[in-house]
T-cell receptor
């Protein structure tokens, strides 16, 4: 079944640690996105990619980085986690001409203590 | 500055009645609008969309209305069911290949 997977679902980590949030999709979508959402707030685009070796920063400045070495894989990395990075991170993918919008993963809820 | 605004953080509606969720936007370049539904601990799921060339799109119990002159759209759910209790996000993009901008969401409670 075509889908988009995010791991881990929940992560509690200490300040200063390096973390990588995984996102993989099986739909062959060229376009992938990372959104950050705090409770009661809008989803903010922090990174996006329109294909392999293509990555761009989104509308919300983020200290995280991303890579797109394979079409299906779009990991997000924080080199040194801080409490301000505590949030929910949502990965999504879409086709060109997204008539049906994005397909989202279940998200990773990150807590930095 | 918010380009997509959902001014009601929450809404409670009796089961079987109509739920109306509202959304305003400021960017006149938006020409494609979407509604997403989100349950706790899950990612948002696409619900319904509308292009700016239309003023109404219907899919089963869900209807989206677009008023371009007022830069306003609304989602109608009728009849409302318990499973409709969720957070609903309004979203927009400048074209079908552009990034989607989301509002803050409205939490809908369907009361028994």
């Amino acid at each position: 079944e075509a889908d988009i997977y995010q791991t881990p679902r929940y992560l509690v980590i200490g300040t200063g640690k390096k973390i990588t949030l995984e996102c993989s999709q099986t739909m062959g979508h060229d376009k992938m996105y990372w959104y950050q959402q705090d409770p009661g707030m809008e989803l903010h685009l922090i990174h996006y990619s329109y294909g392999v070796n293509s990555t761009e920063k989104g509308d919300l400045s983020s200290e995280s980085t991303v890579s797109r070495i394979r079409t299906e894989h779009f990991p997000l990395t924080l080199e040194s986690a801080r409490p301000s990075h505590t949030s929910q991170y949502l990965c999504a993918s879409s086709e060109w001409g997204h008539s049906y919008g994005y397909t989202f993963g279940s998200g990773t809820r990150l807590t930095v203590v | 500055d918010q380009q997509v605004k959902q001014n009601s953080p929450s809404l409670s509606v009796q089961e079987g009645r109509i739920s109306i969720l509202n959304c305003d936007y400021t960017n006149s370049m938006f020409d494609y609008f979407l509604w997403y539904k989100k349950y706790p601990a899950e990612g948002p799921t696409f619900l319904i969309s509308i292009s700016s060339i239309k003023d109404k799109n219907e899919d089963g119990r869900f209807t989206v209305f677009l008023n371009k002159s007022a830069k306003h759209l609304s989602l109608h759910i009728v009849p409302s069911q318990p499973g409709d209790s969720a957070v609903y996000f309004c979203a927009a993009s400048a074209n079908r290949d552009d990034k989607i901008i989301f509002g803050k969401g409205t939490r809908l409670h369907i009361l028994p």
